[in-house]
């Protein structure tokens, strides 16, 4: 089996600076692998470059073999790629459950020439988004606030809609950034199981995240990135116990 992602010598340079250099690293389908390392390591940026929305200076994305280099960002999630963003980013003003619509529409096979030329089909994909915002707003236990407006939940269940979000478009690769910032412990222990659960769908999961206990608790296999390199990679014990990642990681946030 082919990897699902497979990341082959990547570098980006913004300005002078190369905030990406040189990393490689593969996600087999099914796994929850995280990408850790301190602020600024480039996490974000590697998530940017994989969902398309800066193309690297040099190196190759593939998705299940197929080169996405550079791909314009709908054409990713139409690949079977979804996301998070690290601030959230929702419509405030609109129902929990049209935030989830539109994150349907990202991989609907109607356009707006769909929308005009084939009225029929349309419909019924019409059906088949409302059906999946539902099934989406359930797996993370929003589907009794559907008709809420985003800008009232809470902080912890905008980062469940987001989620949500990702998922209406069905990805086969979720990648999620920093879900669990600003929860607390109990939403926390939710926002894991609920991964989890993700993640037995059949879902595989690509996650940056600080919380150590959290990425421990979780991940089948961890990226350290430090100033743009990967510095370690391994099981999270292989990783917990790796002096460099101590020194460089786990050492500055004691500090
Ligand atoms: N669009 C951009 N323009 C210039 N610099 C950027 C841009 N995006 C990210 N960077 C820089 O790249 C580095 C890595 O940032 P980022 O990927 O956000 O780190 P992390 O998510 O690991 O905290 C930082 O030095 C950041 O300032
Ligand atoms: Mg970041």
């Given at each position: ?84 963003f ?6 405030k ?51 009794d ?41 109990g ?13 037995h ?13 959290f ?41």
């Open positions: 089996m082919p990897p699902l992602l497979k990341m082959e010598n990547i570098s980006i340079v913004f300005g002078g600076l190369t905030a990406v250099e040189s990393i490689s690293f593969e996600v087999e389908k099914g796994r929850i692998v995280s990408l850790i390392g301190p602020n600024g390591a480039g996490k974000s940026t590697v998530f940017n470059i994989i969902s398309g929305i800066y193309s690297p200076t040099s190196g190759s994305v593939y998705f299940l073999e197929k080169d996405i280099t550079g791909d314009r960002a709908y054409k990713i999630t139409g690949y079977g790629i979804a996301r998070t690290q601030n959230i980013r929702l419509f003003n609109l129902t929990v459950a049209d935030n989830v619509r539109i994150g349907c529409h990202s991989r609907s096979r109607a356009g707006f020439m769909g929308a005009v030329l084939r009225a029929g089909r349309v419909k019924g994909e019409e059906r088949g988004i409302t059906d999946r915002a539902k099934e989406s707003l359930a797996v993370v236990g929003l589907a606030k559907s008709e809420d407006l985003a800008k009232n939940l809470s902080y912890g269940d905008q980062r469940k809609l987001e989620i949500a979000r990702a998922l209406a478009s069905s990805p086969e690769l979720l990648l999620l950034d920093e879900p669990a910032a600003g929860m607390n412990a939403e926390k222990q939710g926002l894991m199981e609920m991964i989890k659960a993700i993640s769908m059949g879902v595989t999961i690509l996650l940056v995240e600080h919380d150590m206990k990425v421990m608790g979780i991940s089948d296999h961890i990226i350290v990135l430090d100033y743009g390199q990967i510095i370690a990679s391994g099981t999270p014990e292989e990783v917990q116990n790796d002096p460099v990642v101590i020194e460089a990681y786990l050492g500055k946030e004691a500090d």
